[in-house]
């Protein structure tokens, strides 16, 4: 796969949590919905994640699976239009997970930033394991082993791609330097033809002494459209234009997310272990009953107590799925006390039940049919190891492991 192609290929997963709530569906769900139409999309349940934390706690891990199957079908996820596939199905990220082991220094390792802060937010587990240590490592395996050039995130991730991309980089610089790769490079430049070939060096040159990022977008361009040289020759090609060797693993980049932080029904950040969340089953009753008991401005004592939006969870639900209209009528009767805190909260239940009514219709009829979500998910592994062995071979080939 070229640098070009990897940049059309998304890689994004979740920890099987069980049912999913509205902040999976506003913050990750609805996105890859969109990216599943104009990029190539791989969406893994990530289980082998799971074990790095929960590994005390296995009994649940497969109905939390398909529980988030269920909910990612439900939400429009397509296996029409997306590879949608469970982690440990495909053995290739385990095996890719163990080679880069053998170059990752381990102090990258200790230095991720949420390796502490996930010991002390865990604080009650053992998490003195290997699993726990090397998980970063997993997850840029995860990345890399699809050649994906984009990784849908939150600003929370950004250091794990980096940390994928310091991998990537370690790898090709040490094994990307094939032998007599200047010369086969130079051998392929000769093939693009005398104008091609011109035009090509002279970008490769703006690129290396002048830092222009332009030619070097420009040089990628000519190369994806070129019919006259061998795949191998486009990635030396690719890899000479930076002045390194061959590209083997595929640096990927982050697509930040432009959703808002959606806040929990106690006002924090909506999240099942913090028992704040609104998930997408839930019932009718259960929604009204949830949204009748948040919390809302703390200067809204009394009900003719004025208050502020800004300062009640409940608003930023408005924000997300009531009307212009109705969020209007929402503040200038906050504000000026025209409305109580139960008549603001009533219209905002009924456009939650609104929105979740299709998306809980269509996951009773996946509950209702396990067996399709089980073939939807083996369909997807078989095609995520069709990619993933195109990789691996490559990598085995690179670290001298080829017997054939």
Not at 343 to 372: F, S, T
Request: contains cysteine.
């Amino acid at each position: 796969m070229s640098l070009v192609d990897a940049e059309r290929r998304v890689l994004s997963g979740m920890r099987p949590s069980g049912l999913l709530h509205l902040g999976h569906y506003q913050g990750v769900l609805k996105n890859w919905v969109k990216l599943q139409h104009t990029y190539e999309c791989f969406f893994c349940i990530v289980d082998l994640h799971a074990l790095t934390t929960d590994y005390d706690d296995v009994g649940p891990l497969s109905q939390r699976v398909m529980d988030m199957a269920v909910d990612w079908l439900a939400a429009g996820v397509s296996p029409s239009s997306a590879t949608l596939f469970i982690q440990s199905q495909v053995p290739e990220h385990a095996e890719l997970h163990l080679l880069l082991s053998m170059i990752c220094p381990l102090s990258w390792l200790e230095r991720v930033p949420s390796y502490k802060e996930q010991q002390e937010q865990l604080h009650g587990k053992d998490l003195s394991t290997f699993g726990f240590l090397g998980y970063p490592l997993l997850q840029a395996a995860d990345i890399l082993l699809y050649r994906a050039g984009v990784v849908p995130v939150g600003s929370d991730q950004l250091a794990h791609i980096e940390f994928a991309r310091d991998v990537a980089r370690r790898f090709n610089h040490l094994y990307g330097r094939e032998p007599g790769f200047e010369e086969k490079a130079e051998a392929a430049i000769i093939k693009l033809g005398k104008k091609t070939a011109t035009l090509y060096n002279n970008l490769r040159r703006a690129y290396q002494e002048q830092g222009d990022a332009e030619a070097l977008e420009t040089a990628r361009a000519l190369l994806k459209d070129q019919q006259s040289i061998t795949l191998g020759d486009k990635e030396r090609l690719y890899g000479y234009l930076e002045g390194g060797g061959k590209i083997l693993l595929i640096e990927p980049h982050a697509m930040l997310g432009d959703s808002p932080k959606l806040l929990g029904l106690d006002g924090g950040k909506m999240s099942k272990s913090n028992n704040n969340a609104i998930f997408l089953r839930d019932s009718g009753s259960a929604i009204e009953e949830k949204i009748r008991r948040m919390p809302t401005d703390p200067a809204r004592v009394h009900r003719d107590d004025p208050g502020s939006p800004a300062n009640c969870p409940v608003w930023s639900l408005h924000q997300l799925y009531s009307s212009n209209e109705t969020c209007d009528w929402a503040q200038q009767g906050c504000r000026s006390a025209g409305i109580g805190c139960l008549e603001c909260k009533a219209p905002l239940v009924e456009a939650l039940q609104q929105e979740l009514q299709p998306l809980q219709a269509r996951a009773a009829d996946y509950q209702d049919n396990p067996d399709l979500v089980r073939q939807i998910l083996a369909d997807g592994a078989e095609r995520a190891r069709s990619e993933a062995r195109e990789t691996l071979t490559e990598v085995r080939l690179a670290l001298g492991l080829n017997y054939r």
